[in-house]
């Protein structure tokens, strides 16, 4: 699918939409990743960001997924998808919906049926190869919960008048030892990029280095609140400008968005690689 003229604009987000529900792989909307990367100062060569200062994924899971068995029974499944940071395109979460949606009153022969579709369908929607898991209703006493670990940065007792991110007050004090350091907040706030409509996150910040000012990181992160952005951009522009103001020798981003339209997406960014991933279980906002 051609995805050179695509943008958030054109996509089914904000507008009336009839809901297939026959299989339809055509509803899925890719959108370049390339010109948000570029807004945030990475270098895009031929449509496509090159020498990313980052790796890693992003983390979908949808909660409301359904088909028909070959008898006519509806069958239930929480499916988890896994897209590289470096494929070239986002899929819009409303075209997403849809997509998973046109299943309904679709006859599949069972689960790695499905599996086999969304697995061609969404790889050639984010244009690189991506993994599909799905969890049978049979497993999902199984599903467990896990908030991200690290010092809360929300005890700070900070006054707060800016709802924009400002990246300049972002600070790290060289004169010290570098020092490994975890930090949370559940105080992410952005808003959807076409829609405006609010998306709520916990995030996660790792990194060796200069020791960083939570008071100041606090605050950033507190002025995206009015920022309009879909998810994986805002974790990159995070990525970035700590990278670029804090200038840690190891970084990564991890945040935890709440689901809309029964879909949750997780970017996680990284420059260092600790053997795994980070865990895919939800968190209780989620």
Known sequence: MSTSNNSPEQSQLGKTSAYQTQYDPSLIFPIPRAEKRAEIGLKIVDGKAINLPFFGMDFWNAYEVSWLNMRGKPQVAIVSVFAPADSPNIVESKSFKL?????????LAGADALLSLLQTDLSTGFGAPVQVTITPQEQFGKAGFQELDGM???RLDI????YSPIPEILRADHSQPAIEETLVSHLLKSNCLVTGQPDWAS???RYVGAPIDQEALLRYLIG?????EFHEQCVERIFC?????CKPQKLAVYARY???GGLDINPWRTNFSTGKMPSNLRNARQ
Request: hydrophobic share 30%.
């Open 99 to 107: 997509y998973l949606n046109s299943f309904n009153q679709t006859k």
């Open 224 to 228: 995206f609140r009015n920022h309009n």
């Open 159 to 162: 006054e707060v008048d800016q």
């Open 258 to 260: 709440t689901r809309r």
């Open 203 to 205: 995030v996660q910040i």
């Open 152 to 154: 809360l940065l929300d």
């Open 241 to 245: 400008d700590i990278m670029h103001y």
